[in-house]
């Protein structure tokens, strides 16, 4: 149990819907991220959300919505994703955004797009 | 371009022999270097880091090297055992941005 929780954890879902992913931690931690594993690929960063600001939007295209209302939740928003999109889905959170924070990472979302 | 490589994705060890695993970076601003370990299922948990003022540190049966001259680091598990079978990936972080950048993993198998 690393304190960081995802839901759910399999989502299969067609190119037409709308569905969220949901991120909460329990660390007290400041600052929270998006991460996606696709198959034989590095673990890509999406966002990274410092005290609930987004600091960072690595190029994702707007068919990911990111939210974080507060410090220990993070939403994924997901609509008219592509099949490409079917990957692992990892939350994590740090102490700060600083040089070299351990991160924390959830269990994953591990998503299909049908 | 990848910045940081794991050129081995898997090997495998029998048990109580040593684990050496490798990573090599393009970026010679990377000055912190940390390993992840990843069990099926799971989210990485983070299992060893070192900054780049080291070239070695421990912590119980882990070992990391880091070798800055020739851009590599490598993380020594010995002796390993069959609950070390996972995926690791090794991150970088430094120069211009704080975020991490990882390589592609090395799936680890520890026979009995």
């Known amino acids: 149990e690393t304190g960081v929780t995802q839901t759910p954890r399999h989502l299969v879902m067609g190119m037409t819907n709308k569905k969220s992913l949901k991120c909460e931690q329990h660390?007290?931690?400041?600052?929270m991220y998006w991460y996606k594993q696709s198959a034989k690929k590095p673990l890509e960063l999406m966002f990274v959300?410092?005290?609930?600001?987004?600091?960072e939007n690595n190029s994702v295209p707007s068919r990911f919505s990111p939210e974080c209302p507060n410090s220990s939740h993070l939403f994924l928003h997901l609509h008219t994703l592509q099949p490409e999109d079917s990957a692992l889905y990892l939350c994590?959170?740090?102490?700060?955004?600083?040089?070299?924070?351990?991160?924390?990472f959830g269990s994953g979302t591990q998503l299909s797009v049908l | 371009d990848q910045q940081v490589k794991q050129n081995s994705p898997s090997l495998s060890v029998q048990e109580g022999r040593i684990s050496i695993l490798n990573c090599d970076y393009t970026?010679?601003?990377?000055?912190?270097f940390l390993w992840y370990k990843k069990y099926p299922a799971e989210g990485p948990t983070f299992l060893i880091s070192?900054?780049?003022?080291?070239d070695k540190n421990e912590d119980g049966r882990f070992t990391v090297f880091l070798n800055k001259s020739a851009k590599h680091l490598s993380l020594h598990i010995v002796p390993s055992q069959p609950g070390d079978s996972a995926v690791y990936f090794c991150?970088?972080?430094?120069?211009?941005?704080?975020?991490?950048?990882f390589g592609t993993g090395t799936r680890l198998a520890v026979r009995p």
């Open positions: 994590a959170s740090s102490e700060t955004t600083g040089r070299g924070e351990k991160l924390f």
């Open positions: 660390l007290g931690h400041n600052a």
């Open positions: 959300y410092s005290l609930e600001e987004r600091v």
């Open positions: 970026n010679s601003m990377f000055d912190y």
């Open positions: 070192i900054s780049s003022i080291k």
């Open positions: 991150a970088a972080s430094g120069g211009s941005g704080d975020k991490l950048t």
